[in-house]
């Protein structure tokens, strides 16, 4: 979106409030609302009008008006030219006779010049666009005068071979991308986009004609977005929005969303894979490595003619990072006009039948003081792609090219290494074969065969398809794909197989661990053999381990089966041996007790399939983890740790420390009451004499039998 002010943004949303156009050349007026006719005005901007969604088109901005020409505006691009009667049948008739300070357009000098489109909404003037005059025409001996106008994107029509042949090579994308814009003479945006760090090595056509159009769009191709013209003439890059800037409610369609709006009755998938190749049967290069449902192909781009696989799919990976995950509904949505809305932005529509986000890929914007803004995405349920004679005009010229440049070369290199008679000796040539016989054939720089094979310069091979007999030795490997047809694969160490993948004698797959151990598939379950011996046997579900049967061998004390949340039950095994620690202390929590009793002991019915219809008895792990996140589970999710389970096989030395702790307690507070006991009894004795004293204080005697007085 611009960054026109809220208050700007606001207006275009109040309804009858006062908008006008006026189109400026060189500082000067040429129209206004007074002699535009009414609703004739239109602009359309896109960047991708095609069935489904293109990264790099190059589509001009159009303006298209109807002016009612009063002569109110002598401007110096159209000079003055008083109007004359008609004084002959030949002469145009005009109906009516102008002011006298009143002239006409020149609509010969009109065309070509740049037209400055603003509008006036509210107290304020707001650029919309910069349009070049590319047709002016009066229509027949009328006072009306009708212009057809593109923005700046017009000026990429011209052809720019003479600048791309006398280019220097190796540059980064980003520079040649800024090469053609000054080439151009365009101001542009200085951004670092998703491929300019790719080098350009050398040029890859020889053309004698190409268009600044066809060499932009290969650029933008290459960096996942459109070239677009910001409202004051710059050339910037477009990219489809992350976060939505508008949304029209069909419950207040009477200001801002039609109902004679469209939408599409499914989405259009996101990509979720890019593919970059020269040719419909090229290896190319692709991201991710996993084969995808809906990818996006880039197929003909002369800027990547002659580049490796691996240098392909680092350019696929930066494209993938811009535009994967991108599903939007195709729509045809009729809102009042918002000028400040942009070809890529993310926009939400409310209908009565539900929500949905989309882009505006196209968009109409029609009329003056009440402004109509058609907002347009085309887009098929998954990507297709079709290429048209343009590049594949494009890809013979570079096939051309590198057929000419090694023609020339290998005759050159004959020349010099062999006579005539040599030649004849060395090479035998019929209509179906060329042979080569020599001891050696060196072959330098990338050798290909059909396409489909190819040897490159740093000595790795690309293949579509291969058979091999024999055996292939090598020290790594990846696969996309592995596929053995009888037998197994063994992973071997020292001449000794330690690990094995294969199929067993009853026709299931089977791991091999070593001669006795086994891990096999049998009749719908799997199971674990030792020495022929069955030792475990179960099912797998979809959200669950079933152990249906331990053989004979006892499991370690320290195996368990548990359940984690999303996985369903589990054999696990915990290591409790002082081997594997260090750092032991014994716990010592003072508040152990407060912090058991923060957690509540829950009971609860699970969602998840095995455990739906019967309550269950646990914690709650968030709860759990505000007083002891050691206990909790964690799993990674986009990136993020996310808290999933609590760890119920560690309860336990939690309570064994709580109950280490009372047990504690109990014995202070037992030695306690012994003591107080004796203190007790020790009163008890001391109270009984001074009872006797008492009682003999009270009596008036005394030990020795001497009266007191009371």
């Not at 069935?51 to 009063?70: C, H, K, N």
């Not at 009755?265 to 890019?274: C, H, L, P, R």
């Not at 290069?285 to 192909?297: A, K, R, S, V, W």
């Amino acid at each position: 979106m611009e960054p026109w002010t809220n208050e700007i943004k606001a207006l275009y949303k109040t309804p009858g409030a006062y908008k006008e156009y006026r189109g400026y050349s060189n500082g000067e007026l040429v129209f206004d609302g007074s002699n535009i006719v009414a609703d004739s005005l239109i602009i359309t901007q896109s960047i991708s009008d095609s069935e489904q969604i293109r990264y790099g088109t190059t589509e001009a901005s159009m303006l298209e008006v109807r002016l009612a020409d009063s002569g109110s505006f002598p401007i110096s691009i159209a000079p003055a030219i008083p109007l004359q009667l008609a004084t002959s049948a030949d002469e145009p008739i005009y109906t009516a006779l102008p002011e006298n300070k009143k002239y006409m357009l020149r609509t010969d000098e009109l065309k070509g010049a740049e037209i400055e489109l603003k509008q006036v909404i509210g107290e304020e003037e707001v650029p919309i666009g910069v349009f070049i005059v590319d047709e002016c025409t009066r229509e027949a001996d009328t006072w009306f005068i009708k212009i057809v106008a593109y923005d700046r994107l017009y000026w990429f029509r011209q052809d720019v071979a003479a600048w791309y042949n006398g280019l220097t090579f190796p540059m980064l994308l980003q520079a040649f991308r800024e090469s053609l814009c000054a080439y151009i003479g365009i101001p542009y945006e200085h951004d670092f986009l998703a491929n300019d760090a790719m080098p350009l090595l050398e040029k890859t056509i020889e053309p004698a004609s190409i268009t600044g159009a066809t060499v932009l769009s290969a650029i933008c191709e290459l960096n996942a977005a459109w070239p677009q013209i910001a409202p004051d003439g710059t050339l910037r890059w477009a990219q489809l929005g992350t976060e939505s800037c508008e949304t029209f409610d069909y419950e207040v369609y009477e200001q801002t969303y039609r109902p004679e709006s469209t939408r599409a009755d499914y989405e259009s998938k996101g990509i979720n894979a890019v593919v970059i190749r020269e040719a419909e049967d090229d290896i190319g290069g692709h991201y991710p490595e996993t084969l995808q449902d809906n990818p996006y192909i880039i197929q003909d781009n002369f800027l990547c003619y002659g580049r490796s696989t691996e240098d392909l799919s680092i350019r696929a990976q930066n494209i993938y990072n811009r535009i994967a995950n991108k599903p939007y509904k195709p729509h045809g949505t009729i809102v009042d006009g918002r000028p400040y809305l942009q070809c890529g932005d993310k926009i939400t529509v409310r209908t009565q039948k539900g929500t949905f986000d989309t882009y505006i890929l196209k968009r109409t914007l029609k009329g003056e003081a009440s402004l109509v803004d058609s907002l347009e995405a085309q887009g098929t349920q998954k990507q297709t792609q079709d290429y048209d004679v343009s590049q594949q005009i494009i890809q013979l010229r570079s096939k051309t090219n590198k057929l000419i440049r090694t023609v020339d070369e290998t005759a050159s290199e004959v020349a010099k290494k062999v006579g005539n008679d040599e030649i004849i000796s060395r090479i035998n040539q019929t209509a179906e074969e060329i042979k080569i016989l020599a001891q050696k054939i060196a072959l330098e720089g990338t050798v290909t065969a059909n396409s489909r094979f190819k040897i490159l310069t740093d000595g790795s091979m690309e293949a579509v398809n291969g058979k091999f007999a024999g055996s292939l030795d090598g020290v790594t490997g990846n696969f996309n794909s592995l596929v053995c047809d009888g037998g197994e694969i063994d992973f071997r160490s020292g001449g000794e197989t330690k690990l094995g993948i294969g199929v067993n004698s009853y026709g299931y797959g089977s791991v091999f661990f070593d001669a006795n151990t086994v891990i096999e598939y049998y009749n719908g379950a799997l199971r674990m053999r030792n020495n022929g011996e069955v030792q475990v046997e179960g099912t797998v579900g979809l959200s669950n381990l079933s152990i249906g049967y331990l053989g004979s061998s006892s499991l370690s004390s320290n195996a368990r089966i548990e359940w984690v949340t999303g996985y369903g039950y589990q054999l696990k095994i915990t290591s409790s041996s002082k081997r594997y620690k260090k750092n032991i202390h014994q716990i010592n929590e003072p508040t152990l007790a407060n912090m058991i009793d923060a957690v509540p002991a829950v009971t609860y019915e699970s969602r998840l399939f095995g455990e739906k219809g019967h309550a269950s008895y646990g914690f709650i792990a968030e709860e759990m983890e505000k007083r002891f996140p050691w206990l909790v589970e964690y799993v990674v999710r986009n990136g993020f740790y996310e808290i999933d389970g609590v760890q119920y096989d560690r309860v336990p030395a939690i309570l064994w420390a709580d109950a280490q702790n009372t047990h504690a307690k109990l014995k202070r507070q037992d030695a306690e009451i012994e003591e107080l006991k004796a203190n007790v009894e020790q009163m008890h004795g001391e109270i009984a004499e001074l009872k006797a004293v008492i009682t003999m204080l009270l009596e008036g005697r005394v030990d020795n039998g001497a009266t007191v007085s009371k």
